[in-house]
């Protein structure tokens, strides 16, 4: 079904973990204060499915998305992780994957039946994960296709919430698809880094779409006199945390 010969762009690196492995750092309080910020719109919402995107690459939303499934998992739901970036996918090297070449793409080809077939536990209690699987020639035409629907079908029935790590927006049409499939959107924009206009770009791309925006995350702040991070009540959340390349 894929050709292993075409083996797609080199991997990124993995995220990461600092909930786990710095459960008392100023970074992982912020990450508290978004999970309980999205909290309140679930409550308001019901919310059951949320994407993680980014108007460009290497802005750190897999860092988020991680560690957001992370905090939701340690406050007692049961939530499933998606790496629907079929073309640089980080999950499986994140959670440390033995299986990575079993994923999301071999159900999206009828490979396997049930979505639960790929879902992988992780060392972080109520917290497994669905790597993206081998990559496909064609990442679009599966994320669009009615099957992808059925994964978050399917997997309402054993899990409270469904987190998906989306392509950005920009380069490709993958994670405006995937808006329009999920019950809210948050939006990684990375200080001094993303270009203005590509921001403006991407909320339209998504509005488009017809997604629930359901605020920004700031990241890489560096800000003097908010101690690293800050929450200015108009969604838009920051914290001090730059990625190592």
């Known amino acids: 079904m894929f050709n292993r010969k075409n083996k797609g762009p080199e991997p990124v690196a993995p995220a990461n973990l600092f909930t786990v492995n710095e459960p008392s ?3 992982t309080e912020q990450v508290k204060t978004i999970r309980t910020n999205v909290s309140f719109a679930q409550q308001a919402q019901s919310l059951r499915t ?8 290497s802005e750190g939303k897999s860092t988020v998305t991680a560690n957001l499934a992370v905090e939701f998992a340690q406050a007692g739901k049961r939530v499933v992780l998606i790496d629907a970036d079929l073309r640089r996918s980080t999950v499986n090297r994140t959670f440390r994957i033995r299986e990575a070449n079993r994923g999301l ?4 080809v009828r490979q396997i039946d049930n979505i ?3 879902c992988h536990p992780t060392m972080v209690e109520n917290l497994a994960v669905i790597p993206s699987g081998p990559t496909p020639p064609n990442p679009a035409e599966l994320i669009g ?10 997997l309402k029935q054993y ?29 990684v924009v990375r200080q001094n880094y993303t270009d203005k206009r590509a921001v403006v770009d991407t909320k339209e791309r998504l509005e488009q779409a017809q997604a629930n925006i359901l605020g920004v995350v700031l990241n890489d702040v ?24």
Do not use: W
Request: hydrophobic share 40%; charged share 15%; aromatic share 12%.
């Open 25 to 27: 750092s100023v970074i």
């Open 222 to 245: 560096r800000s003097e006199g908010h101690s690293g991070y800050y929450n200015n009540g108009d969604g838009y959340y920051g914290y001090e945390y730059s990625e190592k390349k």
């Open 116 to 118: 639960t077939e790929v």
């Open 145 to 154: 296709s009615p099957l992808m629907a059925t994964v978050f079908d399917q």
């Open 50 to 57: 949320i994407m993680v995107t980014s108007a460009m690459a």
């Open 159 to 187: 899990f409270d919430l469904i987190i998906v790590d989306a392509p950005p927006i920009l380069p490709v049409t993958d994670g405006q698809i995937l808006s329009n499939m999920v019950d809210g959107v948050i939006l």
């Open 105 to 108: 793409t071999n159900y999206l």
